[in-house]
């Protein structure tokens, strides 16, 4: 593959496949490199689809793209070990003739996607891992060495789309190495289950999805969050915690999902199911200020590799998918007017990111890693003490409700103190903003 190109793109992950996508369609000569068997086999998600940034990529994507369910009711839970207190949302109005949000299923999605990136004239190769980048005597980056016999390539700009390790990125210096508490390591089962047991269970109808993100104490104190999504067949369950929690709590992954599976809220929703699949994956949960430089000399990050992962919303795939299509149209814009692929020129990239969603909502949440680290009370304490009160509240006794709410507020202030409570409560709307 000593070939010149305009554009190779590292990966055929969301991030990958938007970037090409948006290149090959506008006429530029894209190489993709994938290293797994096909697009997909080595991708991990939920997984929930925000459908507003594959419509800004191919806007009839609903004709045929592999789509499990679309999601009209939406679960949040805060769970002790033997109840949840839950928000539910649940509209009509998500049976929208064009629903916002779907469950999808990676394998199949990022196979329709790279097809889709092929169909463009993207030249696709798999099971072709990049090992390095090939830089010039200046040092701007002119191609890749990939472990293929004589497998190198070159072009104006490689774009990587290598996902959360970027270990291309790293090995060539453009990045430093993934820190233990900026990333999370999420474990995930799939359980086929009949259709109509799901949608009994759920409520649902057609192909009307439920999502559940849960919190709490099936955490074990260490930061992270759970979930289950609704397929058409089948169920995924998952759970993730941020890595150097894992290392200093030492609970599993796997035995954390267990326990979640088991937990009586849970159970009953996946009775009789059969699990086929289980996986694991970073992903990387730093936020605004664990992202690293975005471009340089003849190269630009985009994705996971860029830390693109909004963790308070559970945003990825479409942060992936933006961030591709900016690199995308950069370079497109760039090419048409000629202009070098040089830092300077590339910085365009940032300044067109700054004006979307992805960079405004991870600057909003850039202390949220810091709180969510440095109090571990969300964890374990706080979903504890709501559910006492929740129980307090809704057992009917004989005891009077002033009483019960004089009992749900000592309960509060013998966990935490009242500056303490104030505090966290501060802490947190600073946060937020
Ligand atoms: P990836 O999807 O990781 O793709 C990277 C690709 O690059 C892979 O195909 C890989 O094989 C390839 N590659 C890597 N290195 C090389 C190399 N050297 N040479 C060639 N190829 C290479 N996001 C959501 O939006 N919604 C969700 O519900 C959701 N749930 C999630 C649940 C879990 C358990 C996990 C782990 C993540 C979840 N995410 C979710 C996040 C989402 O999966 C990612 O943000 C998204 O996949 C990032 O896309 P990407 O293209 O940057 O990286």
């Excluded at 969050?225 to 169920?235: D, V």
Aim: a neutral charge; proline letters at 3%.
């Amino acid at each position: 593959i000593e070939e010149r190109f305009d554009a190779i793109v590292v990966g055929a992950g969301p991030s990958g496949n938007a970037a090409a996508y948006t290149m090959a369609k506008e006429g530029l000569k894209v190489l993709q490199l994938e290293r797994g068997e096909y697009p997909g086999s080595k991708n991990v998600q939920g997984a929930i689809l925000y459908a507003n940034a594959l419509e800004k990529l191919i806007p009839d994507f609903r004709e045929d793209a592999p789509l499990e369910r679309h999601i009209i009711e939406q679960r949040i839970w805060t769970m002790d070990d033997k109840s949840y207190v839950g928000m539910h949302y649940r509209s009509e109005d998500f049976n929208e003739e064009r629903p916002n949000r779907y469950t999808i299923i990676r394998a199949q999605f990022d196979k329709w996607f790279s097809r889709k990136v092929r169909e463009a004239g993207a030249t696709l190769l798999c099971e072709t891992t990049v090992k390095e980048l090939l830089r010039d005597a200046k040092g701007k980056v002119i191609g890749v060495r990939t472990d293929r016999d004589n497998g190198v390539a070159f072009a104006d700009v490689v774009i990587l789309g290598e996902g959360v390790n970027g270990l291309v990125g790293q090995r060539s210096g453009l990045r430093s190495e993934l820190k233990p508490d900026s990333v999370a390591l999420a474990v995930k089962e799939m359980h086929f289950l009949p259709r109509e047991v799901i949608e009994s269970r759920f409520n649902l109808k057609d192909n009307e999805g439920v999502v559940i993100e849960a919190m709490g104490t099936i955490t074990a104190g260490m930061t992270g969050t759970a979930f289950l999504y609704t397929n058409q067949e089948s169920i995924s369950v998952g759970i993730g915690c941020i890595v150097s929690d894992f290392a200093e709590n030492g609970a599993t992954p796997y035995g954390l999902l267990e326990a979640f599976k088991n937990h009586p809220s849970i159970k009953p929703l996946l009775a009789n199911s059969e699990c086929k699949e289980y996986a694991a994956h970073l992903i990387p949960e730093g936020g605004y200020n664990s992202i690293p430089e975005l471009y340089g000399d003849g190269w630009i990050v985009v994705g996971d590799a860029g830390q693109f992962v909004n963790a308070v919303h559970r945003e990825g795939s479409n942060l992936a998918m933006t961030t591709g299509r900016i690199a995308g149209e950069t370079v497109v814009w760039l090419k048409r007017r000629r202009e070098e692929l040089s830092k300077a020129n590339l910085a365009e990239y940032k300044r067109r990111l700054d004006e979307t969603f992805v960079m405004k909502d991870l600057k909003k949440y850039r202390r949220i890693p810091a709180f969510l680290h440095n109090n571990k009370h969300v964890f374990g304490l706080y979903p504890k003490l709501v559910a006492a009160a929740a129980q307090t509240w809704f057992r009917v006794d004989g005891a009077d409700k002033l009483s019960k709410e004089k009992e749900i507020l000592k309960s509060f202030r013998k966990g935490r103190t009242l500056s303490g409570l104030i505090g966290d409560a501060f802490k947190l709307a600073r946060s937020w903003r």
